[in-house]
């Protein structure tokens, strides 16, 4: 038995090869750096720290330097200087009435939203105001793993127990679930022994949006873009 996964296929797997052909743009280890950073301010202990342990999860996975990731964490915990990071959702619009929220870690607020806006304006978009379209969102954990295909059944229905909302299989399984049952489940899944390829927060849209395929190119282009700014995050949109 699976359950629908909200009209988001293949989460995991694209995530994956995406960060993946990443990792070979200079900019990459300087964004997973800002988020390590970042997430380091609440503690330098991945023990105590979840997000702390996502952000280096994430550089690993990727082959970032062991030294890099170190060096981003005694920043993030204060124990080097460093430009004061600060972490924002802009929220705005692609063509066609496509819902945005972008994730940026960022030294200088005013430079970023500038740039984003200059963007998404040449693109026939725009920045939106505080909560013009985060109500379409909702921050869910994200977890792709490997499956043999005589337990996913079993595993699918373990997952349900533990708080999944959707389950589905795509080369192993990928659930999501609420952002409070996240830690819970991940720490389940490891102790199974499980290989976990992918586990991240994300922004999903509470409702897919369908657009024509032509329109969906220029959309996607535009995300790719934005995407490619040396401060966004990450960027999450309401396509189907």
């Known amino acids: 038995m699976f359950l629908p996964m909200s009209g988001h296929s293949k989460w995991a797997t694209t995530h994956k090869k995406k960060e993946i052909a990443d990792a070979k743009k200079s900019g990459i280890f300087t ?8 997430a380091a301010r609440a503690g330098s202990d991945q023990e105590t720290n979840f ?3 996502l952000a280096i999860d994430r550089a690993k996975a990727v082959s ?32 066609h009435s496509v819902a945005l929220l972008i994730e940026v870690v960022t030294d200088n607020r005013n430079r970023t939203m500038g740039e984003l806006r200059e963007i998404l304006s040449k693109a026939g978009g725009a920045l939106g105001s505080q909560n013009s379209v985060k109500w379409m969102f909702e921050h869910k954990g994200v977890i792709h793993f490997s499956a043999d295909s005589s337990n996913k059944d079993e595993l699918t229905l373990e997952l349900i127990e533990l708080g999944a909302d959707d389950v589905i299989e795509e080369d192993g399984l990928t659930m999501s679930c609420s952002y409070e049952n996240f830690e819970k489940i991940k720490k389940q899944l490891e102790a199974k022994g499980l290989k976990i390829e992918y586990a991240a927060i994300e922004w999903v849209a509470k409702e897919k949006m369908k657009i024509d395929e032509m329109a969906k190119i220029k959309v996607e282009a535009l995300l790719e873009q934005v995407e490619e700014h040396d401060d966004v995050s990450a960027v999450y949109s309401n396509i189907e």
Do not use: C, H, Q
């Open 31 to 38: 964004k997973l750096s800002r988020n390590i950073s970042v």
């Open 64 to 95: 970032m330097p062991r030294e890099n990731i170190e060096r981003a964490v005694k920043r993030g915990a204060g124990e080097l200087d460093g430009a004061t990071l600060e972490e924002i959702i802009y929220e705005g619009f692609a063509p």
């Open 51 to 53: 997000s702390l342990r």
